[in-house]
């Protein structure tokens, strides 16, 4: 009997030994942390190449693949139970939060070869964006800055700026407004 085995190759021995390093890191220091600890938590992340701006807030439960490949901008958040499948870069930009139980997968299989390589595409995240509970975003994704995509939706393509997402799969559905207070406008 003849069977053929297909393994990655792009995955180098640095990378394999990196990803063990980190997730003993991530068991033992990073996810029992309580979870104001958010500059511990940077920290960590720091010392495995996370670009990280200032202010940002990433939750214990949070789950990140590889480090290196994410970079987040100024007060920008990932909630509880995050899943960040970075195996290509993910860009989370200023002021944008990514809600509890979303997953961001920048990988997928090519299923048009029999070897059914990993193959891996950047996930692009604006600034001022809101990922709103439990909502998958593939690879090669862009939400544009200002954008909200709403709860459980599952984005495949690329969502334009300052619109409010959903669906499965998430299309541009209204453009997002701001409702301004007599308060604010009283000063």
């Known amino acids: 009997m003849h069977t053929n085995k297909f393994e990655p190759k792009f995955l180098s021995l640095s990378n394999k030994l990196g990803r063990i390093a980190w997730q003993i890191v991530w068991l033992v220091l990073f996810r029992p942390t309580p979870r104001v600890f958010h500059a511990w938590r940077c920290f960590l992340l720091r010392l495995f190449g996370a670009n990280l701006g200032k202010s940002v807030h990433i939750y214990p439960s949070a789950h990140i693949w590889a480090p290196w490949n994410l970079e987040m901008g100024d007060h920008s958040c990932i909630g509880e ?6 195996v290509g870069k993910i860009h989370i930009g200023a002021y944008s939060t990514i809600s509890q139980y979303c997953f961001l997968c920048s990988s997928s299989h090519d299923y048009t070869l029999a070897e059914m390589p990993l193959i891996f595409s950047p996930i692009f995240i604006g600034e001022n964006v809101w990922i709103t509970a439990d909502v998958f975003i593939g ?3 862009t939400i544009g800055e200002g954008a909200v995509v709403t709860a459980r ?3 495949f393509s690329n969502i334009p700026p300052w619109v409010v ?6 299309r541009p559905a ?7 207070s007599k308060d604010v406008l009283n000063g």
Do not use: E, H, L, T
Request: with cysteine; charged share 20%; glycine share 8%.
């Open 81 to 86: 139970r995050v899943d960040c499948y970075s």
């Open 153 to 155: 939706s599952s984005v």
């Open 139 to 141: 690879p090669g994704v």
């Open 174 to 180: 209204r453009i997002r407004k701001f409702n301004i």
């Open 165 to 170: 997402a959903s669906g499965n799969p998430a």
